[in-house]
């Protein structure tokens, strides 16, 4: 599956007392990397409200594999992993860009919705973002 | 001029990499003492958004006397520093509960708005909780 | 199994542009609910690291129910599911409080090592909290 | 006085009930503006770790002029403002970089330590980037 990538550099406030990245950062930039994804398919949060099409998280995951210390460039892949007509599921994975070394994998679920939080069905709503979206999912 | 208390316990999502609990947390701590402080005086958030009356930050002073660390207690003291007819400021001091010790001290500024964020005069729109405010403000 | 309870209010810090809490907020009160029921069983923080005894997080899983939303209180309950002489998963359930809805379900695993995150065992480094831990573990 | 740039894009997690951002995640991106000056004039944090030299927060002030919202990029200015033997303060202006409308105002106060937080001289310690620092002061 084609990964979407973005980055991103740890400042003190991603971190805690242990010196190293606090586990929670982690789900953040999970955030980040799968905006970066829509964005990079032609689907940012400004076409995404007029239709209006939000995906709230049903459920996280996160593996941590080793930590990222304060001032690290993080590397974050974000792509779609599974679709079904009215939910996705998104993977990551984040790695220390200087060295390739990877940090997490993870997952989130989303819900399809409008802007009310009610499920809608995207095929029907948006079929180009469908489209695209089921093109990527079965590509793999 | 009479304080208001509430209470926080660091976790390491608070801290830093510096061993110390983040200089931006205690912001955080102000925007709860603030709150208790509300609903001390009898307006929790359920009653004001009914008025609909927020208060937007205007602006936000720390100054920074002594860390706080992981697994400490905080005593939050917050209360009504100045008030005009549509802005109040509020002050705040932090300090570690088993010592006493003072561990910051700061202010937030505050508009009166309705929930577009459009300025009100709550002498007009709430006279009660205006008075409530204006007597404390007095009281000092 | 016996579950061990604390409290947290929503803050709008906790929050986001969605209107409700922010689902990163409630993987910091899973950390919350952990400190407590170490606290709660007699192995405080302070304890803990003059052993020195840590754990540091090895995965997160949340699965969200329904929204909590600002000024809520909410109930978040926690305790050991799994244990291993080298590891131990914790579970979480958070209701809001008023009216005992369920609003998230997860778990994290931990790792048991000393305070440079190597791994320790337990059972033979503080045999006293391992056999609070086993014990709790063996009741379900 | 010379301006040092850095970006960063909002997520919803930056956001608040509110509909805007947090008023806190603007303290996050002063951190983050005065780190990218620090590498800027060739002094990152792997550098600053050598000597040791940290930069502890004594005051934090930020003025709110207009929200950010969700998906927004900004563009962080800081430079410093001040410059004592044993402090030194920086300033900051966060625009909305799509219309260069200036949102918020701010500065921060800085003791000048080791990585134990005792204050030292940095014109003794490492005269070229207090040299630096004073050069950069000092061209206003």
């Known amino acids: 599956m084609k990964k979407f990538y973005s980055e991103a550099r740890v400042i003190f406030g991603d971190t805690d007392a242990m010196g190293i990245v606090y586990h929670n950062s982690y789900i953040r930039w999970f955030e980040q990397g799968r905006t970066e994804f829509l964005r990079q398919i032609g689907y940012p949060y400004s076409v995404l409200e007029k239709i209006p099409f939000w995906l709230p ?46 940090l997490v994998t993870g997952s989130t679920g989303h819900a399809m919705t409008d802007d009310k939080l009610k499920p809608v069905r995207l095929a029907k709503l948006c079929p180009e973002l469908f489209g695209a979206l089921k093109a990527l999912y079965d590509e793999e």
Chains 1, 2, 3, 4 share one sequence.
């Open 57 to 102: 998280v049903t459920f996280v995951h996160c593996d941590y594999k080793s930590p990222a210390f304060y001032d690290d460039v993080l590397e974050i892949a974000a792509w779609p992993e599974k679709m079904t007509y009215v939910t996705i599921e998104m993977a990551y994975e984040i790695r220390r860009k200087e060295t390739g070394e990877l």
